[in-house]
């Protein structure tokens, strides 16, 4: 039997009646995406290069996953999902927006 590692903030309790909660802590349930507010940002890299970011995604990672999964294959253009903020190449906000209006997010292009 492999011991389980201990919950996230829990170091030590002097509670003798204490049980862990062995659930997974860090996984919340999606937010449908009516109440999902999410910002389509551009960021300029070196090179000349743009990348299209999208923030405020509210859910379980593979949820995230998925959406960043639909959005570059409707773009027809590389990404990848990393710190709970989808990255999709180029400037796309204008697709990006039309495809997460038509799914029901409640989005909108912020910045640049």
Same mark, same amino acid.
């Given at each position: 039997?492999?011991? @389980? +590692?201990?919950? +996230?903030?829990?170091?030590? &309790?002097?509670?003798?009646?204490?049980?862990?909660?062995?659930?997974?802590?860090?996984? !919340?349930? $999606?937010?449908?995406? /009516?109440? !999902?507010? %999410?910002?389509?940002?551009? !960021? &300029?890299?070196?090179?000349? +290069?743009? %990348? $299209? #970011?999208?923030?405020?995604?509210? =859910?379980?990672?593979?949820?995230?996953?998925? %959406?960043?999964?639909?959005?570059? $294959? /409707?773009? =027809?253009?590389?990404?990848?999902?990393?710190?709970?903020?989808?990255?999709? !190449?180029?400037?796309?906000?204008? @697709?990006?927006? /039309? #495809?997460? #209006? +038509? @799914?029901?997010?409640? /989005? @909108?292009? &912020? =910045?640049?």
């Amino acid at each position: 039997m492999t011991p @389980k +590692k201990r919950p +996230k903030g829990i170091v030590y &309790s002097t509670n003798p009646e204490f049980q862990y909660d062995w659930n997974e802590q860090g996984e !919340q349930k $999606s937010i449908p995406p /009516a109440e !999902q507010n %999410l910002r389509i940002h551009l !960021q &300029s890299l070196k090179g000349n +290069k743009k %990348l $299209s #970011i999208v923030r405020g995604f509210r =859910g379980t990672d593979a949820d995230l996953n998925e %959406l960043g999964k639909t959005l570059k $294959s /409707a773009c =027809g253009v590389g990404g990848s999902v990393k710190d709970g903020d989808i990255l999709i !190449q180029g400037d796309q906000r204008e @697709k990006v927006l /039309a #495809i997460l #209006i +038509k @799914k029901g997010y409640r /989005a @909108k292009k &912020s =910045g640049g």
